[in-house]
């Protein structure tokens, strides 16, 4: 009889030991940054406020964060912020969904597109950079967008908000791509640089700090147009391009420390704004960009801090003209007004 009992219950270790080592495979993946792949089975698990998981990216989008980063290293701030610095948005949109990220900082068109593709698991909460987009040239024959009649632009941000807000503004003056202005590829802003330095086009098309970077390493290049006050020319709104997205679930479960949050970035900013060389420091410090840069880049990088209704306008009315620019750049359709975290109210 022992001799039985021993037997089944060995039998039934074996089956519990099997049992274990299914459940426990674990399949060590990257996440897809393809729009469609990255939303299966991307659940939110943030709900610890012990540490907030936060995303800056290099660039105009992360410098506005450097003094609440320095701060939050000094154990200052409200929250204890763990900051990942991050040279590729379509990397952090996976994560934000997953809630490896809590916030982040995105490109507007990518948070608007997150929400879609999530069915709302991605929102937004401020909008932290305005138009950071300028044309440079090099020999001081343009000062107006007419002027741009029958010359070829360099550009790079194909199938981001830069082609279209440059389109935008094209089209918005009578000049017809193709026709009226040829508008020329590279793959990245460093290469746009490069390729002007070495000469043979007109205009370039560049976000800040690559208008800074140009300028520095030849100085006979300077500012033409300011695609964002031409953008505004129009008076249909304000040029969004950078805005803080939040992890749906984590707001919800976490509302206070959001806002928190939020009072830590626009004093972050308004320090940026306010300091440029002490601000430049930190930004060199925390890696973002280097402080020489940061100095010349600051003042045209148009940080800001909107929050509620501000945020919610701005938004809204530049969504629209990406809409009819290209839907696809939103994620399909315009966002619902669930998207729009008002953390003011």
């Given amino acids: 009889m022992t001799k039985k009992i021993t037997a089944a219950l060995l039998a039934l270790m074996m089956i519990l030991v099997s049992f274990a080592a ?38 105009p989008t992360g410098m506005g964060g450097a003094y609440m980063w320095e ?13 990942t610095l991050d040279t590729d948005a379509t990397t952090v949109g996976p994560k934000l969904i997953k809630g490896e990220y809590d916030i982040a ?66 089209e918005s003056n009578n000049l017809t791509i193709g026709t009226d202005v040829t508008i020329e590829f590279s793959t990245e802003h460093a290469e746009s640089v490069t390729k002007a330095i070495a000469g043979g086009y007109d205009a370039v098309l560049l976000p800040e ?13 300077s500012v033409a147009i300011n695609i964002t006050e031409e953008w505004e020319k129009t008076g249909e709104c ?18 206070d420390a959001v806002k928190a949050f939020l009072a830590d970035y626009n004093e972050s900013v308004n320090y940026v704004n306010a300091n440029i060389e002490d601000a430049a420091a930190l930004i060199e410090k925390h890696d973002i960009m280097p402080a020489a840069v940061a100095k010349k880049a600051i003042p045209n990088a148009n940080i800001v801090c909107y929050t509620g209704a501000e945020m919610k306008q701005a938004l809204s009315s530049c969504y629209n003209v990406l809409f009819n620019q290209n839907a696809k750049i939103i994620g399909g359709q315009m966002p619902g007004d669930d998207f729009y975290v008002d953390t003011n109210a």
Avoid at 71 to 83: A, C, D, F
Avoid at 209 to 221: E, L, Y
């Fill in 71 to 83: 701060k939050s290293v000094n154990g200052e701030t409200t929250n204890n912020y763990n900051i």
């Fill in 238 to 255: 304000t040029l969004a391009m950078g805005c803080i997205a939040v992890n749906a679930k984590f707001y919800e479960e976490n509302k």
């Fill in 209 to 221: 700090p690559f208008v800074s970077q140009i300028i520095t390493k030849d100085a006979s290049f």
């Fill in 22 to 59: 299914c459940s426990d495979t674990t399949v060590n993946e990257e996440p897809s940054t393809d729009s469609e792949s990255i939303i299966e089975e991307a659940e939110s698990t943030a709900s610890d406020t012990d540490v907030i998981n936060v995303s800056l990216l290099k660039g």
């Fill in 105 to 170: 900082a995105v490109p507007t068109n990518l948070a608007a597109s997150l929400y879609q593709k999530s069915e709302g698991k991605v929102k937004v909460i401020a909008v932290n950079t305005l138009g950071v987009l300028y044309i440079v040239t090099k020999d001081g024959a343009v000062s107006s967008v007419e002027d741009l009649r029958g010359k070829t632009i360099l550009a790079s941000g194909q199938g981001t908000i830069a082609e279209y807000a440059l389109n935008y503004v094209l």
